[in-house]
C-alpha cells in the first residue's frame, strides 16, 4: 500500500519561509513525478511544482524564484518556501504520479501566511 506522509506546515508571517517535506513508503510502480499541489480557501487545487526522476522541475508562476523543490532521493521531496505571501494560504499535498498517470496523494498540511 502506498502511502505519502507530509510535514513541516505551520503558520508563518508575510516574507517568513517554511520547509514541507514529504516521504513515500509502499511500491510504487513507475514512479515518474514527485511534487506539490495546494488547494486556496474557496479554490481549486493547482500544481505548484514537481519534478521528475534525475529531471528539471516545473512551478507555478506565482512562486517561480521563491519556492524550491528538490529530491533528495527517489521517494523523499522537500519544498522550500521563502518570501511568503498571504496568497500562498492553503492545504498543500505532497503527489506521486507514475507513467501512466496514476496519482497518489498525502493527507495534506495546512501553510497559512499572516500577519
Known amino acids: 500500500q502506498v502511502r505519502l506522509v507530509e510535514s513541516g506546515g505551520g503558520l508563518v508571517q508575510p516574507g517568513g519561509s517554511l520547509r514541507l517535506s514529504c516521504a513515500a513508503s509502499?511500491?510504487?510502480?513507475?514512479?515518474?513525478?514527485m511534487g506539490w499541489y495546494r488547494q486556496p480557501p474557496g479554490k481549486e487545487r493547482e500544481l505548484v511544482a514537481t519534478?521528475?526522476?534525475?529531471?528539471?522541475a516545473t512551478y507555478l508562476d506565482s512562486v517561480r524564484g521563491r519556492f524550491t523543490i528538490s529530491r533528495p532521493n527517489a521517494k523523499n521531496t522537500i519544498l522550500q518556501m521563502n518570501s511568503l505571501k498571504p496568497e500562498d494560504t492553503a492545504v498543500y499535498y505532497c503527489?506521486?504520479?507514475?507513467?501512466?498517470?496514476?496519482?497518489?496523494w498525502g493527507q495534506g498540511t495546512q501553510v497559512t501566511v499572516s500577519s
Open positions: 503527489n506521486v504520479r507514475t507513467l501512466t498517470g496514476k496519482d497518489y
Open positions: 509502499g511500491t510504487i510502480s513507475n514512479l515518474y513525478t
Open positions: 519534478m521528475t526522476t534525475g529531471g528539471p
